[in-house]
Nanobody
Framework: QVQLVESGGGLVQAGGSLRLSCTAS????????VGWFRQVPGKEREFVGT????????DYSDSAKGRFTISRDDAKNTVDLQMNSLSPGDTAVYYC?????????????????????WGQGTQVSVSS
């Protein structure tokens, strides 16, 4: 079992930045690939980006590419999502998730079904 807790959400003006953190406890965090997703009311959870176990490989949605950066520090059991140039369209609850099924993650890393453990989410609100 892995327990995940997101932090760092809040209210920011358009053009601003936020840094979200996902802190893990339980099993060795370095065994897991980690993804970030977001969700707005009435819509499906949307892929934002992901990082592999080693931290050497990342992948992002088209909307996140060039603005968001994912990094991990396994010594601290954290994965961070640095978000720059935020716009009101980025307003959502942001979730981190961990996947131990690495073949499935490799093939479908943007699918919620590839992740086994989820945090409770943190709200990000961007004002215009």
């Amino acid at each position: 079992q892995v327990q995940l807790v997101e932090s760092g959400g809040g209210l920011v003006q358009a053009g601003g930045s936020l840094r979200l953190s996902c802190t893990a406890s339980g099993r060795t965090f370095s065994w897991y690939a980690v993804g970030w997703f977001r969700q707005v009311p009435g819509k499906e959870r949307e892929f934002v980006g992901t990082i592999d176990r080693t931290g050497d490989s990342t992948d992002y949605s088209d909307s996140a590419k060039g603005r968001f950066t994912i990094s991990r520090d396994d010594a601290k059991n954290t994965v961070d999502l640095q978000m720059n140039s935020l716009s009101p369209g980025d307003t959502a609850v942001y979730y981190c998730a961990a996947s131990g099924r690495l073949t499935e993650w490799y093939n479908r890393r943007n699918s919620t079904r590839s992740y086994d453990y989820w945090g409770q989410g943190t709200q990000v609100s961007v004002s215009s």
